[in-house]
């Protein structure tokens, strides 16, 4: 479970551009005019007319299967990061340094030689491991042991605040063991959905074949099948959306009753926790059905299960020919994309990955001053003043549900741009020379640093982000919203620039993170942010009429091969948007105040609001990865996290002179105005 990860953007990797793109046009600043579609109307489809420009100067780099401003600026970041890391790596300092440690992960990962000689011997010794196994009772240390090393495999364990009591964290333990994005593609009978599935098995021999299965093609369609019964009793997408669906605490006596043939206890010694007595098996039914697998499946096909998930897991780490297999599938049939990222950019992020805190303390020194950290810190408490109003204002909540809502809104913390303590890496050797045994390090770091948290109180100062990570999120069970220094950098924000373009940029942003702590998923959390009721029934009843609204809009929307957007799984991100947009809007208006409305290269300031707002969603998706969104992310493509909210607002429409009837102007009867 991460629910704290309800960002405003659909999480993305590192990108950059390629070589023969380093010509097309981008603005780094501002709007520029350059990116608009002068032949299209900004009453008919907003995202083309701020965004056609653009998209025709920017066609998707074959490493990839989207391309948008986030990639744009990760892309400008990589050449810092690229400086610090071959810098460090050329003079690593003293032993135990931060230095030390990020050049010698960065060097190692640049050792292509050393890890093409290495081929598969990093997996030999679990591979022994799993050939060993005599009975399937044995398959239950084996994956304590290696749950212990960091390595997930079947099921996902870690610590995050009690639900009922936010201030302490427990452990929670959730579903997992698929190797498909989730449990519908298990299921799907479409002919597009038949062939995926079938090309997910031959992606699974090939792997099988790589660890020297010696029947390869038979083995995968056991861990096909495998992990189809397991997706039966698997929650979809939607129901994960739902908190409930991860508060379940038990203790131990009342887990193993749940899992007879796995002991709790004994798995929590593994972990070097054996003081935990109390947890939440967040899906039941899921271990209920992962302890009778254990029993009823052949221990051969759990062999092939464990080979199979352990070289997938390690295959970015190693020979070419895994690497490469990967990517055949994960990237170019599940996302569309052409060609595989450079061993730089790869490094790079693999190294973020192990030591991202330390790599950060770096960057913000050299992309972060203290003048853009002290803006957005003050747009945040406009973007609050403006939310505060525009509760006081609506006339469907009663007043003591208002107060709450206040309370909860005057208890949210923000964290701009980097911790104000760094992580310490102290307990992590990393050594020059062995790519996989770094990799290993920090994943046995990493795993004994989470699940020492469990059962102290929370750790308030902590990021789950690094500062050179181009995204947000807000945390219910925080109540605070995060903003890495990344996504603050021009053209999202830029303290040199007008208002109308901070607000419309980064000041939706803002927004969206404040407003997810009232969507659907976060408005069941109170201003301590426990799980817990703050609302009359006649308000709910009221939210819930209004968010059903959203979702008839959304479900409306078809995006690639006749896919509709699927409006109950991305209401929590639409609420967001939509309110986002509104609360962006009231502060904008809020810092206005006093200012002449003076037109800039012709654009009045509100439509220079607007325009920022849509410029910083310019995304190109290739269809592969248009359709891996839609069926299975929380996220609507941004074309329409466009068209949705601005559709809905007046504000809008008199700033564009839109008109009744315009395809950018909702019905009175169907717009929709939550907060």
């Known amino acids: 479970m991460r629910l704290r990860h309800l960002s405003p953007r659909l999480a993305a990797s ?18 520029d005019a350059l990116n608009f579609d002068a032949k299209t109307a900004a009453c008919s489809d907003f995202f083309q007319y701020a965004n056609g420009g653009w998209l025709a100067g920017n066609p998707i780099p074959p490493e990839y299967g989207i391309w948008s401003l986030d990639n744009e600026i990760q892309d400008r970041n990589e050449a810092v990061l690229r400086e610090v890391l071959e810098a460090a790596a050329a003079k690593p300092g003293a032993e135990g340094s931060v230095t030390q440690k990020i050049g010698d992960f960065y060097a190692s990962a640049m050792d292509e030689s050393a890890i093409e000689k290495a081929g598969r011997t990093p997996l030999k010794a679990d591979l022994a491991r799993i050939t060993a196994l005599k009975s399937n009772a044995d398959i239950v240390p084996l994956l304590r042991d290696w749950h212990a090393q960091g390595n997930q495999v079947l099921f996902g364990f870690g610590p995050e605040a009690d639900m009922k009591n936010a201030s302490q964290v427990i452990g929670y333990a959730t579903q997992g063991g698929l190797g498909l994005p989730d449990r519908d593609y298990y299921f799907r009978d479409d002919a597009k959905s038949k062939t995926l599935l079938n ?16 029947d390869a093609a038979a083995d995968a369609g056991h861990v096909v099948a495998l992990e189809t ?19 379940h605490p038990v203790d131990l006596a009342e887990a193993d009753a749940k899992t007879p043939h796995f002991s709790w206890g004994q798995y929590f010694g593994a972990l070097g926790r054996s003081d ?11 271990f209920a059905a992962m302890d009778k697998a254990l029993t ?8 092939a299960y464990l080979r199979f998930h352990l070289a997938d897991g390690a295959a970015p780490y190693l020979s070419k020919e895994f690497v490469d297999a990967q990517f055949a599938f994960r990237a170019k049939t599940l996302r569309g994309v052409e060609a595989l990222k450079p061993r730089w950019r790869r490094a790079i992020d693999a190294t973020n990955d192990a030591l991202g805190e330390a790599v950060g303390e770096i960057y913000v020194a050299r992309v972060f001053p203290p003048a853009a950290k002290a803006g957005a810190e003050q747009l945040v408490e406009n973007l609050k003043k403006a939310l505060r ?5 609506l006339d469907w909540m009663d007043a003591p549900t208002k107060q709450a809502a206040y309370a909860k809104l005057d208890t949210l913390v923000s964290k701009i741009g980097y911790p104000d303590r760094w992580r310490d890496y102290g307990a992590l050797h990393v050594v020059r020379g062995d790519y996989f045994a770094n990799v290993e390090a920090a994943g046995r770091f990493e795993a004994k640093r989470q699940y020492a948290k469990i059962g102290k109180p929370v750790d308030r100062s902590e990021w789950e982000m690094t500062p050179q990570t181009v995204n947000a999120y807000y945390d219910p069970l925080r109540n605070e919203i995060v903003f890495p220094a990344a996504q603050l950098l021009p053209p999202y924000f830029d303290e040199k620039m007008d208002d109308a373009v901070n607000y419309g940029g980064i000041g939706s942003v803002i927004g969206h993170e404040l407003l997810h702590g009232f969507d659907d998923q976060g408005s069941q959390f109170d201003a301590k942010g426990n799980l817990a009721n703050w609302w009359s029934d006649k308000d709910r009843s009221q939210f819930e009429a209004r968010t059903g609204k959203l979702v008839a809009q959304f479900d409306e929307f078809v995006v690639v091969d006749g896919l509709h957007i699927q409006g109950k799984l991305t209401l929590g991100e639409n609420i967001a948007d939509l309110g986002g947009l509104q609360v962006a809007w009231d502060a904008f208006r809020i810092a206005q105040n006093g200012k002449p409305d003076a037109a800039v290269d012709g654009l009045s300031p ?14 190109a998706q ?3 990865a248009l359709r891996l969104q839609v069926q299975s992310n929380v996220h609507a493509p941004a074309k329409w996290r466009v068209l949705g909210p601005v559709a809905n607002l007046p504000e809008f429409a008199a700033a564009f002179s839109c008109k009744a009837g315009d395809p950018m102007v909702r019905d009175a009867a169907k717009r929709v105005v939550i907060w």
């Open 389 to 393: 109003a525009r509760i006081a204002k």
């Open 606 to 619: 509100a439509q220079r609001f607007f325009l920022a707002f849509a410029q910083a969603w310019r995304t």
């Open 199 to 214: 090309q997910y098995r031959d992606y699974v021999a090939t792997l099988l074949r790589l660890s020297g299965d010696t």
């Open 296 to 303: 009823e499946v052949p221990l051969a096909h759990w062999q």
């Open 622 to 624: 290739r269809p592969e």
């Open 276 to 286: 935990i007595k109390k947890f939440s098996l967040a899906q039941p039914q899921f």
């Open 14 to 31: 590192a990108l950059a551009l390629t070589a023969t793109l380093c010509s097309a046009h981008t603005n780094d600043h501002g709007l």
């Open 229 to 247: 019964r397991l997706a039966k009793d698997s929650l979809d997408p939607l129901a994960l959306r739902d908190p409930n669906n991860f508060y």
